[in-house]
């Protein structure tokens, strides 16, 4: 009796352990050849979600080529505000890589009215990853075929127009449809794209500015149809796709991801840092795992990258002027 | 659409039959007997404990090993109700009655066979029922836009009221409370912040780890310690056969069957479950019986129905989260945060795009059924004897095990002060006798309530018409109020007082 009573006491206690060493964060060791000590990657979405797969992904690759164990670090939350500060306050030393949107980093600087960090100065890019659009969708039994017919349906429409968002660059690039067409459509967001599937398909909303990855699931089950994507130029991986600019609504929207690190960490570990996910993104697998996410695998310099974020960080606060986003407190 | 049904669920048994997901069925079983078995530890506590731990497992893994243990504690709990006259669960009170009295009469062994023979025919049933009316009404829910899915969701929160045990008032009450949690963090729509008393930790709101484990796994054992320590001992019971007798089988697969009907609808009623369907089954059993009177002197009906009924409606309680998106318990809330947290938003769109994943879980209900008629009734003499264990020596280890697992989803210090408090405040409401699980349906229900409701009034531009205006909508808000009625009606309100005293 005594012993069953024990070892229930030990399974629990195992069991803590196996909790405790879940929780339990590397410890700090001097550098003195990086990488010697296990890495972080910090991902500014929740395990499980899309963007957290494609974190967990670019982790899952790293740890062969930098021969040290990666540890995924959700900081999940505030539009990925807590994300970018977390990474900008963390010891530039090259074993903090925050993996996310570059474009919406630079976004937040206009979308808040305190933003946490002067991204540009507090953050390097070391890598980008990829470019991918947003895109405008359609129910694929609408009898819209191009952007052209949208805006015409819907100017007829007027203020009773509506249309679905789900993410800060959907309202983005609704806003500047709106702005460039006048149509007076309303937006109705949604927490995630999936949600708004319903209400598209009952014709409640009339049209949708969603993420790249949802409309091409729901294209190829041919519940919606793609009429553009928000990008300057066509996608690689779906190039029968036109962009808004053919479509005659003038807009560059390319969301890219990066990975990014604090500034102020030495340059030979941005270069090693760069090394690596260049090695990473130039597969061929990498590239059918970005193009399933609607994207296109994306490689420049470090120094290229940090114009890029310069220039976007410029850009976007220009578009986000333009459909009159109110930054948020 | 029969075809599809036998594909469907060759799906499922084809992800649920791997190595590593019968394996987690088992622990789930093992864990769902064990905790049945000893008083004190339900299945809410547990469900919420190890949610933590699914984090690292695939999705379906930890909803198998998660439901598991939801309907291994249906057969355990009933093995103490009988040997020991104690209910280790609260869905096996009624068996006590009339299962303890035939374990006096040395009859233990028949009531034991025929709980656990009931369950299992029930548990088989109900993976059938769950295969066959998954589908339709997930079909049903893809016709739902944001005014219909609030109608339900109130409907939803309306019924859990009518259904908690105790006082309306409270229950009322609770899911207010809830409802409030749930509105703590930042609005999505105007980034304004609410209720965060400045602290950053709270911009993204409650989360429902603290609040669960605080609320249930850390009140539960505060409520043990405080009990006197009952002598829990299986005096006297003998195992005379455990086969049961013709006899007995002609007596109880009546019993079985009506059990199983009432308990399948049951389950799938929002705020029912469980508990709901063993009461309502002895209710039964005991009005079509020829001689009522026999029950609550070892009436085998009095055991074969409500055991069956439990244990239908844990599994079909899964229907309405799997298609609608809607926890119809505390349990199933849990289950949807476990979701949740894997990154899958319950609802009618899992089916579609993860059919692996509703179809592996039923499969493995009916996998884990006939593991536990293995782990049930050749082995109890071993559960029996569990009941022997110092408490001294779990209950610190369970409290040390909540901290953990709230600290290693979200190594932040605010995460287990909060639990702290809602531990303290758990107790409170327990004093006071207020029910934890109509609030965790109101903070789970909360922010999609919301956010259907601001969605559907921006869609109507502002006019509330639009939820009589959508027939769907109009007849969940028709029986809404019907309910509603019903408990302001005095005389029904006086029943139903009635029918929970019993």
Redesign the interface.
């Known amino acids: 009796?005594k012993l069953?009573?024990k070892w229930?006491?030990y399974s629990?206690?195992l069991?803590?352990f196996?909790?405790?060493l879940?929780?339990s964060?590397p410890g700090t060791a001097c550098a003195q050849q990086y990488p010697s000590q296990d890495i972080r990657l910090i991902c500014a979405f929740?395990?499980?979600?899309?963007a957290?797969v494609l974190v967990r992904y670019f982790g899952e690759k790293l740890r062969p080529i930098a021969n040290r164990t990666i540890i995924v670090e959700n900081k999940?939350?505030?539009q990925s505000n807590i994300a970018t500060e977390y990474t900008a306050r963390a010891k530039p030393d090259g074993y903090t890589i925050y993996v996310h949107a570059a474009s919406t980093v630079a976004a937040s600087m206009h979308l808040f009215k305190k933003p946490p960090v002067d991204v540009t100065k507090a953050l390097q890019i070391a890598a980008t990853i990829n470019q991918q659009p947003f895109m405008m969708v359609v129910d694929a039994k609408s009898p819209y075929k191009t952007v052209a017919d949208v805006t015409a349906a819907m100017k007829q429409k007027g203020p009773k127009a509506?249309y679905a968002t789900s993410a800060p660059n959907g309202t983005l690039m609704g806003e500047v449809y709106k702005a460039r067409t006048g149509v007076q459509a309303?937006e109705?967001?949604?927490?995630?794209a999936?949600?708004s599937?319903?209400?598209m398909?009952?014709g409640?909303?009339d049209y949708g500015m969603m993420d790249p990855q949802y409309s091409m699931a729901q294209a190829r089950e041919g519940r919606l149809r793609v009429l553009a994507v928000s990008s300057g130029r066509r996608l690689q991986a779906s190039p029968d796709i036109p962009t808004m600019n053919e479509s005659g609504v003038r807009m560059d929207l390319t969301g890219w991801w990066a990975a990014m690190v604090p500034a102020g960490t030495p340059k030979p570990i941005v270069a090693k840092i760069n090394e690596w996910f260049v090695q990473i993104v130039k597969t061929d697998e990498t590239k059918k795992f970005l193009n399933s996410y609607g994207g296109d695998p994306f490689i420049i310099s470090p120094d290229e990258a940090q114009a890029l974020f310069e220039k976007t960080e410029k850009e976007w606060g220009e578009y986000i002027k333009l459909a009159k986003i109110e930054p948020?407190? | 659409m029969e075809i599809n049904l036998f594909h469907n669920l060759a799906i499922g048994f084809g992800a649920a039959a791997s190595f590593s997901n019968i394996g987690f069925a088992l622990i789930g079983c093992l864990v769902g007997t064990l905790i049945g078995v000893l008083p004190g530890i339900g299945p809410v506590a547990t469900i919420a404990m190890l949610l933590?731990?699914t984090?690292?497992l695939g999705?379906l893994a930890s909803l198998i090993m998660l439901a598991g243990i939801f309907y291994g504690a249906q057969y355990g709990g009933s093995t103490t109700s009988i040997l020991v006259n104690m209910p280790g669960e609260v869905s096996s009170i009624v068996t006590c009655i009339d299962g303890h009295q035939m374990a006096r009469q040395g009859r233990a062994g028949a009531a034991l066979a025929i709980a656990a023979l009931g369950s299992f025919f029930a548990g088989c049933f109900a993976t059938v029922f769950v295969a066959a009316f998954g589908p339709p009404l997930a079909a049903v829910a893809?016709?739902?836009?944001?005014p219909d899915y609030f109608s339900l969701m109130v409907l939803g929160l309306v019924t859990a009221v009518v259904l908690a045990h105790g006082s309306v008032i409270k229950a009322v009450g609770m899911v207010l409370v809830g409802l409030l949690f749930g509105l703590v963090g930042?609005d999505?729509?105007?980034?304004?912040t609410r209720y965060t008393l400045g602290i950053s930790d709270l911009?993204?709101g409650i989360d429902f780890l603290p609040l669960v484990i605080g609320m249930f796994g850390i009140v539960e054992i505060i409520n043990n310690l405080e009990q006197p320590t009952l002598p829990r001992s299986a005096a006297s019971t003998r195992f005379r056969e455990l086969w049961p007798s013709k006899n007995d089988f002609k007596e109880s697969w009546r019993a079985v069957l009506r059990g199983t009907g009432l308990g399948s609808i049951l389950g799938i009623l929002p705020g029912g479950g469980a508990v709901l369907a063993s009461f309502a089954s002895y209710t039964l059993e005991k009005k079509v019986a020829k001689d009522p009177s026999r029950f609550g002197k070892g009436a085998i009906e009095g055991v074969a129905g409500p055991e069956a009924a439990n244990n239908a409606a844990a599994q079909t309680s899964f229907i309405p989260l799997l298609t609608l998106g809607l926890p119809s318990n505390a349990v199933m809330a849990l289950m949807m945060g476990a979701m949740i947290?894997?990154?899958?938003?319950p609802g009618a769109?899992v089916m579609n795009t993860r059919p692996d994943l509703f179809w592996g879980l039923v499969a493995s209900m009916w996998i884990g059924n006939g593991m536990l008629l293995v782990i049930n009734l050749p082995l109890i003499g071993i559960w029996v004897?569990?009941l022997?264990?110092?408490y001294r020596?779990?209950y610190p280890?369970?409290l040390?095990?909540c901290v953990?697992?709230v600290?290693?989803?979200n190594?932040n210090v605010t995460q287990l002060m909060l639990t702290a408090l809602f531990a303290v405040f758990g107790y409170i409401l327990m004093k006071f006798g207020c029910e934890p699980a109509p609030l965790i349906l109101g903070f789970i229900l909360g922010p999609l309530m919301e956010?259907n409701l601001r969605?559907a009034l921006?869609?109507s531009?502002g006019d509330p018409m639009v939820f009589i205006q959508r027939p769907i909508s109009a007849i969940l808000l028709a029986i809404t109020a019907v309910i509603i009625a019903l408990i302001v009606l005095p005389q029904i309100r006086r029943t139903r007082e009635k029918a929970f005293q019993e």
Do not use: C, H
């Open positions: 009796m069953r009573s229930l006491f629990f206690s069991a803590m196996l909790a405790a879940v929780g964060l929740p395990p499980g979600s899309g957290d999940a939350g505030a509506s309303l109705i967001n949604y927490k995630t999936a949600d599937l319903n209400e398909l009952s409640r909303t948020k407190g | 933590p731990i984090f690292g999705p893809q016709q739902f836009n944001s930042t999505v729509n105007s980034g304004t911009w993204d947290i894997q990154g899958i938003q769109a004897r569990l022997a264990l110092p020596l779990l280890a369970i040390l095990f953990i697992g600290y290693a989803t190594p956010e969605r921006i869609l531009r």
